[in-house]
């Protein structure tokens, strides 16, 4: 670390202070490009070295999560010390940052930012969003965490985002679809070339998916990156002596084959799992099959298909998202219904979302969430009514959604609770009602 980073003076703030403090630095909240960050980044020297021996970054619209989140379990069942940065958070910020299956304490993120904001004032200022200067302190955390492996998640797109200067050993795209289409524009070719901007020229590149746009094979080619794909490369198939267990076939890089039977269900997508193992084998990790066993059944992924009693919680927000859910979503018992309390950003394909879900929801409740990018409960209803729905109730917030769900459901009614990761974020952070009452009619229904 330089000594001149010492010399601008940083408030001694409280981990809650130094985030309210970042959301005031610079004029926008989403403000793409490297050049600042970089910038930042050199003076904290954390582009001198690696951050750790290996880097693994994941990129895509959907999957990232659990992609990571599997990459994470199977190396550390082998042995090495893993850091993971990953945004955005449920409950705590900390959330974001995690060592050896730890999430990072109050303490230490405060060190971060003040290793962050001593370097954005280190002569001229340096003007930092909030995602940023969190990138910058989480990058910061894992390169003094001593690793075997960092594992970083993209936030927005690829090619620009702050994750991007660093330079992956292994670059994975799970998978290209519609979202944030005010940043990334609604064409997939190029959504598919900005995700695949954090490959590398001559460094492997994974594709997790086997209907990603040609434009992310055609960057991989331009920067003679080796490709893995799924179904080529890597795939994964259900065992015919027991259909609840797969095989995962992948492949070294010196064009080895290798095939790890018996593998269970971890309760994520299975492309997903077939995509970190192939990435952890390109990282040099060996697989030992009763630690990919082990690993795969006790990976957790808070938001993802989570039940909570009756509840299941989901933050899916694009309707590729949704159709995985709609997949997966169980029946109710017999005589029960299958509510969906949904609450949206309003820069999502809302009636994407609503139609996907349509297919297994005809009961909703819709609620707002706040701020600027929030949806109203009022256009929710709008847009599910025009399509067919029944709403029930438009409620100011996810927790009054809750409060009016609890008077009415029954023993056998369940509940997804989707839309958002701030949907989620407020419903995992209070107790969720199991459901005792009966409905009487449907004297609710907003028609």
């Not at 003094?144 to 993209?154: I, S, W």
């Not at 055609?218 to 994964?236: D, I, R, S, T, W």
């Not at 795969?296 to 993802?304: A, D, E, H, I, T």
């Not at 999502?348 to 929030?374: H, M, N, P, T």
Request: include cysteine; aromatic fraction near 6%.
């Amino acid at each position: 670390m330089p000594d001149s980073l010492q010399t601008p003076s940083v408030p001694l703030y409280s981990l809650q202070q130094w985030l309210q403090h970042l959301e005031t630095l610079h004029p926008v909240g989403i403000d793409m490009g490297l050049e600042r960050v970089s910038q930042v980044a050199k003076r904290m020297g954390l582009l001198s070295s690696p951050i750790a021996p290996r880097v693994i970054t994941v990129a895509g619209t959907n999957g990232k999560g659990s992609t990571l989140a599997m990459i994470d379990s199977v190396a550390r069942a082998h042995g090495w010390r893993v850091g993971t940065y990953t945004s955005p958070h449920l409950l705590r910020y900390n959330e974001r940052v995690k060592i050896d299956g730890q999430e990072a304490d109050d303490q230490l993120l405060v060190q971060g930012f003040e290793q962050v904001e001593q370097a954005r004032l280190q002569g001229s200022e340096i003007s930092l969003t909030y995602f940023e200067a969190g990138t910058l302190c989480g990058l910061w955390c894992l390169s003094n965490a001593t690793l075997d492996l960092a594992v970083l998640e993209v936030g927005l797109g690829g090619r620009l985002d702050a994750v991007n200067i660093i330079d992956a050993d292994v670059a994975i795209v799970t998978t290209i679809a519609q979202d944030h289409a005010n940043f990334l524009g609604t064409d997939l070719a190029q959504i598919g070339r900005e995700k695949a901007g954090i490959f590398r020229a001559n460094r492997p590149a994974v594709l997790g998916s086997q209907t990603l746009p040609s434009s992310v094979a055609e960057c991989a080619q331009v920067l003679a990156a080796p490709m893995f794909c799924l179904g080529q490369q890597f795939a994964h198939q259900a065992m015919a002596s027991e259909p609840s267990r797969w095989r995962w076939q992948g492949q070294h890089p010196d064009g080895q084959r290798i095939v790890i039977d018996e593998l269970p269900e971890p309760g994520l997508p299975i492309d997903n799992a077939a995509t970190a193992l192939q990435a952890l084998v390109l990282a040099g990790l060996g697989l030992e099959t009763v630690l990919v066993q082990t690993a795969l059944r006790s990976v957790q992924l808070p938001g993802r298909l989570q039940w909570v009693g009756p509840w299941c919680l989901d933050v899916g927000h694009n309707p590729h998202a949704a159709e995985y859910v709609v997949r997966h979503l169980p029946q109710p018992p017999e005589g029960g219904r299958q509510w969906g309390l949904i609450g949206m950003l309003n820069d999502k394909d809302i009636d994407g979302v609503i139609q996907a879900l349509a297919s297994r929801i005809s009961d909703w409740v819709c609620v707002s969430l706040s701020g600027e990018r929030g949806c109203q409960a009022s256009e929710l209803s709008q847009r599910i009514i025009a399509q067919g729905g029944r709403v029930h109730f438009s409620a100011d917030s996810p927790q009054v959604g809750v409060d009016w769900l609890a008077q009415v459901l029954t023993p056998n009614d369940r509940v997804l609770a989707t839309g958002s990761f701030f949907t989620v974020a407020a419903l995992l952070a209070r107790p969720l009602p199991t459901g005792a009452a009966s409905l009487d009619g449907d004297g609710n229904e907003i028609r």
